[in-house]
Nanobody
């Protein structure tokens, strides 16, 4: 069964850092662009960053210069290094394939809480 397992979230003060990890099953990970999404309280889930199988990356404007997405294809794992965190970064972070018809079921996500 296809699985996505996110980890690494926590509570930090504004300006702090966290590194998220996502272990994905091979059927999702292989040759697919992978992405991190987040869902803030009371809001819809939104795309934060994505990385192609070859390493090309893209970020939403609000995290550019602060977040770095990377992947280890040998480990079927995607990472999100988050620096200079802000309270508006608070939310549950999920990973999944970027393309809709390549996605697996959503995992439980990992909670990130940034206090001011």
């Amino acid at each position: 069964q296809v699985q996505l397992v996110e980890s690494g979230g926590g509570w930090v003060q504004s300006g702090g850092s966290l590194r998220l990890s996502c272990a994905a099953s091979g059927s999702i990970f292989s040759l697919n662009a992978m992405a991190w999404y987040r869902q803030a309280p009371g809001k819809q889930r939104e795309l934060v960053a994505w990385i192609a199988s070859g390493g090309t990356t893209s970020y939403v404007d609000s995290v550019k210069g602060r977040f770095t997405i990377s992947r280890d294809n040998a480990k079927n794992t995607v990472y999100l290094q988050m620096n200079n965190l802000k309270p508006e970064d608070t939310g549950v972070y999920y990973c999944n394939a970027l393309v809709l018809n390549r996605r697996g079921s959503w995992g439980s996500g990992t909670q990130v809480t940034v206090s001011s």
